[in-house]
């Protein structure tokens, strides 16, 4: 069983940037794909960016590409998402999600994921 704890969520203004982090309890977490997801008030969960276990892989949602990247510590069995020139339409609750793979395809479709965090807000005003 893996535990993912997100953190790094806050209140910021238009333009700012942020990183989350996902820490990972299982020492073997280098072998797992993880995955961001959001989820707006209101709105279904949608898929931010994802990393393969290696880091050769990562693949991110419209909305984001170009602000967004995804990075991965395997020593520290953390996750990054570090989020630039933020938008109010940015806001939302953060997740990290992972499932085990020892390939560099990767997937976007929550369903896939088989953990989850709880969650990290983030919100940006105008």
């Known amino acids: 069983q893996v535990q993912l704890v997100e953190s790094g969520g806050g209140r910021v203004h238009v333009g700012d940037s942020l990183t989350l982090s996902c820490v990972a309890s299982?020492?073997?977490?280098?072998?797992?794909?993880t995955g961001w997801f959001r989820q707006a008030p209101g709105q279904e969960r949608e898929f931010v960016a994802v990393i393969s276990w290696s880091g050769q892989s990562t693949w991110f949602d419209d909305s984001v590409k170009g602000r967004f990247t995804i990075t991965r510590d395997a020593a520290k069995n953390t996750a990054y998402l570090q989020m630039t020139r933020l938008t109010p339409k940015d806001t939302g609750a953060y997740y990290c999600a992972a499932y085990y793979s020892d390939s560099d395809m990767v997937a976007y479709s929550a369903n896939r994921y088989e953990y989850w965090g709880q969650g990290t807000q983030v919100t940006v005003s105008s």
């Open positions: 299982e020492r073997t977490f280098k072998k797992y794909v």
